[in-house]
């Protein structure tokens, strides 16, 4: 199985501030990738599929990017309703694997 | 819309076999592939098989010797049954509808249920 490594495992920042979350895959995933975002008590919302394209209705201010083993989430100018948990997770091969998350909070 | 309602017992007792019931509307399963994804609490998500549109079925390793998802596609739901349950697989259970255009990528969730392992 393809082996996701998220980092960070938590985050804290500032309302407007533009975070960072990383990926890597243990092996070559292709743009494989999809990022999904868990608010407290609710069930995955998804984001991000193909690496880089974003899902119908999601806001622009969030996007994706990489290649290879390694990729990334942006979210720019942070708003309050953005704090959440935040997953990454390959489909290039079966079985679908998931990074452990990133648990995004308010400074 | 495209909905999807997981429905369960709450509490099942150690060794015992867990059966979830996934009811979906606003598609067809003979038309989208069902994920089951679970969740222990606190921590990350497990994929845990798919029923394929074609009526097929796939699983995680891990859990294959196991798990069985069948369907019936005239009630428009999808079973899961898990045997030998242990503390381990307390976690909240989800069934998701795959993406139309490219597998792997579950785009609508169900809202879970939270299965506890106690006796």
């Known amino acids: 199985d393809i082996q996701m490594t998220q980092s960070p495992a938590s985050l804290s920042a500032s309302l407007g501030e533009t975070v960072t979350i990383e990926c890597r895959a243990s092996?070559?995933?292709?743009?494989?990738l999809a990022w999904y975002q868990q608010k407290p008590g609710k069930s995955p919302q998804l984001l991000i599929y193909?690496?880089?394209s974003l899902h119908t209705g999601v806001p622009s201010r969030f996007s994706g990017s990489g290649s290879g083993t390694q990729y990334s989430l942006k979210i720019n100018s942070l708003q309050s309703e953005d704090v959440a948990s935040y997953f990454c997770?390959?489909?290039?091969?079966?079985?679908?694997?998931f990074g452990a998350g990133t648990k995004l909070e308010l400074k | 819309q495209v909905q999807l309602k997981e429905s369960g017992p709450g509490l099942v007792q150690p060794s015992q076999t867990l059966s979830l019931t996934c009811t979906v509307s606003?598609?067809?399963?003979?038309?989208?592939?069902v994920h089951w994804v679970r969740q222990p609490p606190g921590k990350g998500l497990e994929w845990m098989g798919v029923?394929?549109?074609?009526?097929?079925?796939s699983y995680n390793s891990a859990l294959k010797s196991r798990l069985s998802i069948s369907r019936d596609t005239s009630k428009s739901q999808v079973f899961l049954k898990m045997s030998s349950l242990q503390t381990e697989d307390t976690a909240t259970y989800y069934c998701?509808?795959?993406?139309?255009?490219?597998?792997?990528?579950?785009?609508?969730w169900g809202q879970g249920v939270m299965v506890t392992v106690s006796s």
């Open positions: 998701a509808r795959d993406n139309e255009h490219t597998t792997g990528i579950p785009d609508y």
């Open positions: 606003g598609f067809s399963l003979t038309s989208y592939h």
């Open positions: 029923m394929w549109s074609d009526g097929d079925t």
């Open positions: 092996e070559d995933i292709y743009n494989g």
């Open positions: 193909n690496a880089n």
């Open positions: 997770q390959q489909y290039y091969n079966y079985p679908p694997t």
